[in-house]
């Protein structure tokens, strides 16, 4: 299994610029999920999923899309890039519920100029 | 709403020290409790998690951490560290109600020589 996958790796937009970060799992996780990580202030959820079809808000939302059309992939659209979305977005997954390990991907480092 | 707070930002220990990492939560409901590590750049990995059961909890690596109730506290310790255990820790909550996971800010663990 390849886990969690997520690219691209490295990405630089300028302001006001649109772009999708991709993440795909081949575990037949139910439960996916975006975080952002910014130093000091730990990950925070933008949002989650909890099948296909299915999506919902986290702590910091705004600025961000998802959809969840296959159990597979769950990609993050940032609308119209702004400086303060710099930073390192991790996708993960899990079986079911949040009780169960959550299996992370290796990050998306984002720079916005 | 739950929050999360690791004490300390970072840790310095010597190598085979012993090291506790602490993590207090806020919650009005019970939760679930999850230390989780991060390599340098890489993605977070599953440490241990208390669901329920008894309140000292082991995982991987020799680390294991004790769920106090009252004093509403998870901390995370090891009786002798390793150079490889340098990383970054999140202690991380979920509460049962809404399924969603709470991340502290983080603490970094410095094994030195």
């Known amino acids: 299994n390849a886990g969690v996958t997520q690219t691209p790796k490295f990405q630089v937009l300028k302001t006001g610029q649109s772009m999708t970060l991709q993440c795909a799992q081949d575990?037949?996780?139910?439960?996916m999920s975006w975080y952002r990580q910014d130093p000091g202030m730990g990950l925070r959820l933008i949002h989650y999923?909890?099948?296909?079809?299915?999506?919902d808000q986290g702590e910091v939302p705004n600025g961000y899309n998802v959809s969840r059309s296959t159990t597979e992939d769950f990609p993050l659209r940032l609308l119209s890039a702004a400086p303060s979305q710099t930073s390192v977005y991790f996708c993960?997954?899990?079986?079911?519920?949040?009780?169960?390990?959550?299996?992370f991907g290796p990050g998306t480092r984002l720079t916005v100029t | 709403a739950q929050s999360v707070t690791q004490l300390d930002s970072q840790v310095p220990v010597f190598e085979e020290a012993p090291v506790e990492l602490r993590c207090n939560y806020s919650s009005s409901v019970s939760v679930y409790l999850f230390w989780y590590v991060q390599y340098p750049n890489q993605g977070l990995q599953l440490l241990l998690k208390y669901l329920s059961g008894s309140t000292l909890v082991k995982g991987i690596n020799g680390f294991e951490a004790e769920f106090n109730k009252s004093q509403t506290s998870f901390h995370l310790r090891k009786p002798s560290v390793h150079i490889s255990d340098t990383a970054e820790y999140f202690c991380?909550?979920?509460?049962?109600?809404?399924?969603?996971?709470?991340f502290g800010q983080g603490t970094t663990l410095q094994v030195k020589p």
């Open positions: 999923s909890v099948g296909a079809g299915i999506t």
């Open positions: 993960a997954s899990s079986y079911s519920t949040f009780s169960y390990e959550q299996y």
């Open positions: 991380a909550v979920s509460e049962l109600d809404t399924g969603k996971l709470i």
């Open positions: 575990m037949n996780h139910e439960y």
